[in-house]
């Protein structure tokens, strides 16, 4: 059966003779990212006593749990899950698309699912349905059939310019869990800071993850403005496996990004050997290139194999980012070591070394079981053709390889979405140009798009420091991103989900005591 007739018959399945006389898009639906099929009925599903029982048959034990959580902490309800008994039932179905899963509304609440992470993805679409009614919480009732769109519905953290903690991390996870993304893409190291325990390679956290300065001014100002104060932060190995842990409970998958051949000045602050030159240099305060980056020298790949072995187990995830892009080949041309590898190895240069350095990665990473992903490489050809590509510009090849939607121009979460902001990396980018975004180009056939695993949006730290900064940088932009990379259908008008923002979303957010930005209230600051 094709998924409209599917959703057809699903909405005759469920429904009573209530349903108003409204088309599914003009009704102003609480949800976000906003649900394949929203029907309105008359009357409210009422929480008397602010209590609700859960039936916890065909519940899967940790999403109970988490319901239970969410329910007490976000709204004050008092909440049983009791085995055979109770007003929120579940039902598991078979032979519907991916992470479908339908929410009916009337004198109780049944939820159908077909995967434990779209029995999750239902629960927190309930969560978003619970409104105030003077002092009462009501549920509207309604009936939902949903799934998403793309496999990939991202957020980066990049925890390198400015380290986030454990709980930190967490909350980011709990944060992105409520708006259905599921991957999470862990900008682990980079020039600024090293993050995670290697315990063969000690040094990487000893000296990596510290430095004396950061950049606190523009990198065009002259003098350029530092803070001169001493940071530094990393994650052991079992703090990474607890956050892993606490992500794949919110159907969240962990992708760590360790950088390579570029951005590795932090890993050469403590291991000078494996750069072109062996001089000891310093963790940089300062963001940008630097020349100094890992020699492509057989000492160097060894090295990297071994940091590896060692971050691979530690994610279940098939695939390991290893970044790949703004490499500058000045050192590398007056190595006499990268000289040799490209002689050796019949290369036509730095570029074509370049590819031949992380093809050897990309053969390791197979060879465990891994895919790589590495951001604007454009060398793919060279590769084996399993890699995938995250691309900061428009897509425009419709060459058979994955990729996934990256462009920075309506991505990267650190630029400003109120002029009057402070510092900041990049220009302008307000709620709207990210609601604009479309992952897959116009032109594209189904074929074609099917090479499109999908989105995210990017929160690099140069100059975010704390958690605060980070969720007003965060929200509500990612609800807007997380509408682009679910909905499967024609997304509602900016205007629709603007009111939506303003009537449901921020009392829901302001629910999860999240500081988020209030930019769009106030357009005419904003131009
Ligand atoms: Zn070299």
Redesign the pocket.
């Known amino acids: 059966m094709n998924k409209i007739v599917y959703s057809i018959a699903i909405i005759f399945l469920f429904l009573g003779n209530t349903i108003k006389a409204q088309s599914n898009s003009d009704i102003n639906c609480p949800i976000i990212p906003r649900p394949v099929v929203y029907q309105l009925s008359s009357g409210d599903f009422g929480l008397v006593n602010n209590e609700l029982q859960i039936n916890t048959n065909n519940l899967p034990t940790e999403i109970g749990f988490y319901l239970k959580k969410q329910l007490e902490s976000a709204f004050s309800i008092k909440t049983n899950l009791i085995e055979d008994q109770g007003v929120i039932l579940f039902k598991k179905i078979k032979n519907v698309p991916y992470g479908t899963y339908s929410i009916n509304i009337s004198d109780n609440i049944t939820i159908t699912y077909s995967s434990e992470e779209s029995c999750f993805y239902a629960v927190n679409s309930l969560l978003q349905l619970i409104e105030k009614n003077g002092r009462d919480l009501i549920i509207k009732k309604c009936f939902i059939n949903d799934y998403p769109k793309f496999e990939w519905r991202g957020m980066h953290l990049d925890v390198s310019r400015h380290f986030f903690t454990t709980d930190e991390v967490k909350r980011y996870i709990d944060l992105m869990a409520l708006y259905k993304f599921n991957t999470l893409h862990w900008h682990l190291t980079d020039d600024q800071g090293w993050r995670i325990e290697i315990k063969q390679f000690p040094k990487l956290t000893e000296i990596g993850a510290c430095r004396d300065s950061t950049l606190i001014g523009y990198l065009n100002d002259s003098p350029r403005k530092y803070e001169r104060k001493r940071t530094e932060g990393f994650y052991t190995q079992e703090q990474i496996k607890e956050i892993v842990d606490y992500a794949s409970k919110r159907y969240i998958s962990i992708v760590p990004e360790i950088e390579m051949p570029g951005h590795s000045r932090a890993a050469l602050a403590a291991y000078p050997e494996f750069s072109?030159t062996g001089k000891q240099l310093g963790v940089p305060g300062l963001w940008g290139q630097f020349e100094d980056v890992f020699?492509?020298?057989p000492q160097t790949i060894e090295f990297i194999k071994k940091i590896l072995d060692e971050v691979i187990p530690l994610f279940p995830s098939k695939y390991i980012h290893i970044g790949g892009e703004e490499v500058l080949q000045s050192?590398?041309l007056e190595?006499s070591?990268?000289t040799k590898v490209i002689e050796e190895n019949k290369l036509t240069g730095v570029n074509e070394l370049q590819s031949f350095f992380v093809k050897q990665i990309e053969t390791y990473l197979t060879s465990k079981g891994k895919v790589l992903i590495g951001r604007d490489l454009n060398y793919m050809n060279k590769l084996s053709g399993t890699s995938v590509s995250m691309l900061s510009k428009e897509i425009t090849s419709n060459s058979n390889y994955y990729k996934i939607a990256n462009d920075s121009e309506y991505c990267n979460f650190n630029q400003i979405q109120y002029k009057l902001e402070k510092v900041v990396v990049g220009s302008f980018l307000p709620l709207e140009k990210v609601y604009e975004f479309n992952p897959i180009p116009k032109n594209f056939t189904n074929l074609e798009s099917a090479y499109i695993l999908g989105g995210q949006a990017n929160v690099w730290t140069e100059y975010i420091s704390s958690m605060f900064q980070l969720e007003y940088m965060v929200f509500p932009r990612a609800l807007a991103m997380s509408q682009v990379l679910w909905c499967r259908e024609q997304k509602p008008s900016f205007e629709s989900f603007k009111k939506t923002l303003i009537d449901y979303q921020f009392p829901f957010l302001y629910r999860y005591k999240v500081n988020y930005s209030i930019a769009i209230l106030n357009p005419e600051k904003v131009e």
């Open positions: 072109c020699c492509s020298k050192r590398w190595c070591n990268c």
